[in-house]
């Protein structure tokens, strides 16, 4: 769902950049509060001059100049209808990916210490921790490392590139050992 949002974010992202508008150069994000304030105002057909003097936003106030120049075209009916699309897919992407998360962390309510501990491993943080977690369910039903990495998928490398699944089964590992000792 993460990819799939991304996605049409980059989706969003080339549309306005053959659109000649490159508001990502002078805003943290199209998808910010001010940045979706800039892309519905466009959507509407607004000049950027009107989407300013409407907005109460500090941020595009205090970078009008900046956006002008990154702004130098509006969108056509096609543009539009693609944008909108690709918004609603981003806008439910997010509420789905809300109520992953939600249920994710009432699985794994009842182990917020061993989240916490495995979220300390390199590349793990507490979110991929709780998914953990909520995947494999007791750690002590595998036998030892080998067998989670086995059981994740991962027990073919030569079918993925070999130092990402190297790295991946070492993760799961001393994921494994962690949950199953109980060290930190």
């Known amino acids: 769902m993460v990819q799939n949002r991304t996605d049409y974010k980059n989706r969003v992202h ?13 805003l943290h994000s199209v998808f910010g509060k001010a940045g979706m ?3 519905n105002g466009l959507m509407t057909g607004k000049s950027l001059d009107e989407i300013v003097n409407e ?11 900046e ?19 690709c918004l609603r897919m981003v806008e439910s992407l997010d509420g789905e990916l809300k109520e992953l998360d939600a249920r994710i962390a ?6 917020e210490k061993e989240v916490k501990n495995i979220s300390k491993v390199p590349g793990v943080a ?23 990495t086995s059981w994740t998928g991962y027990a073919h490398p030569s ?12 993760i799961l590992c001393i994921i494994h050992h962690l949950l199953v000792t109980g060290e930190e």
């Open 67 to 85: 956006l002008e120049k990154v702004v130098r075209a509006g969108l056509d009916q096609e543009d539009v209808f693609v944008l909108k699309r």
């Open 106 to 111: 009432m699985l794994v309510a009842d182990r």
């Open 14 to 26: 080339k549309v306005l950049q053959r659109c000649n508008i490159r508001l990502g150069s002078k």
């Open 126 to 148: 507490q979110v991929s921790a709780s998914a953990i977690l909520a995947e494999i369910g007791d750690a002590k039903r595998f036998a030892d490392g080998k067998k989670i």
């Open 37 to 39: 304030e800039v892309l």
């Open 159 to 170: 079918t993925r590139k070999k130092a990402y699944v190297s790295l991946a089964r070492k």
């Open 55 to 65: 907005s109460n936003s500090r941020l595009l106030k205090e970078r009008r100049g």
